[in-house]
């Protein structure tokens, strides 16, 4: 089955530093990847996408995430980390099975608190 | 381009008691889906919509949970009789069908406590 582990269920950066958020995925097939954020008390939103191609892929806000295959991760970084990035970071992948598509299956999510 | 609307955005009930919630996707989006985060965790699908059919609801509560989604659009989820450990978000999201049913766009969620 399907499922997705984020190892850091929170991390805390000083303003200006960078950011690395791991994610690790099982998936047998070649698999769609996102990251989403959510601040407190609102829905999602979609940072990056991963379906194939060129395995770096930039996102909104400065963000970007690496897909290696070799080691089932998809981590998210950032150079310069912004005190409005604070909020929870959730790694999903798109489930394709028994017919069933646009399923995402979300890690547990990492929450990210930034010092000044 | 509206977001996905979500009402009430905070519910507090007893438990036994029935609770429904009402979310409106994006204009075009044939796809709907309802989410339950529970505090600490990822979202977890409950139901997929496409269009007004149910494509997967193998990991909705069905003894107590229903959902619908009347003439393709707007969606209501049900809870009836509310447990104590229903307490959570629900998420409602759309996508386009096709190869953009991945991308999902998520409204701002309704809080559900049950006491």
């Known amino acids: 089955a399907q499922s997705v582990t984020q190892p850091d269920i929170h991390i805390t950066v000083s303003e200006g530093a960078s950011l690395e958020l791991r994610c690790n995925y099982s998936?047998?097939?070649?698999?769609?990847l996102f990251w989403y954020v959510q601040s407190p008390g609102q829905g999602l939103q979609l940072l990056l996408k991963?379906?194939?191609?060129?395995?770096l892929v930039q996102g909104i806000k400065g963000f970007e995430a690496e897909f290696k295959r070799s080691q089932s991760s998809f981590n998210l970084r950032k150079p310069s980390v912004h005190w409005s990035d604070a909020a929870e970071y959730f790694c999903?992948?798109?489930?394709?099975?028994?017919?069933?598509?646009?399923?995402?299956?979300f890690g547990k999510g990492t929450k990210l608190s930034v010092k000044p | 381009e509206a977001g996905v609307a979500q009402s009430p955005r905070y519910k507090i009930i007893e438990k036994r008691q029935s609770v429904a919630f009402w979310c409106n996707p994006i204009?075009?989006?044939?796809?709907l889906y309802w989410y339950q985060q529970i505090l600490g965790q990822g979202p977890k699908l409950l139901i997929q919509?496409?269009?007004?059919?149910?494509?997967?609801d193998s990991q909705l509560p069905k003894d107590r949970f229903s959902a619908e989604r009347l003439k393709g659009v707007d969606s209501t989820l049900k809870i009836q009789p509310a447990k104590l450990e229903d307490s959570a978000v629900y998420l409602c999201?759309?996508?386009?069908?096709?190869?953009?049913?991945?991308?999902?766009?998520f409204g701002p969620g309704t809080r559900l406590t049950v006491t």
């Open positions: 999201a759309s996508s386009l069908a096709g190869t953009g049913i991945y991308e999902q766009y």
């Open positions: 991963y379906f194939s191609g060129d395995t």
């Open positions: 999903a992948v798109g489930a394709d099975y028994g017919g069933s598509q646009g399923n995402l299956i």
């Open positions: 204009s075009g989006h044939a796809t």
């Open positions: 919509f496409q269009n007004n059919g149910v494509v997967d």
């Open positions: 998936y047998g097939a070649t698999p769609y």
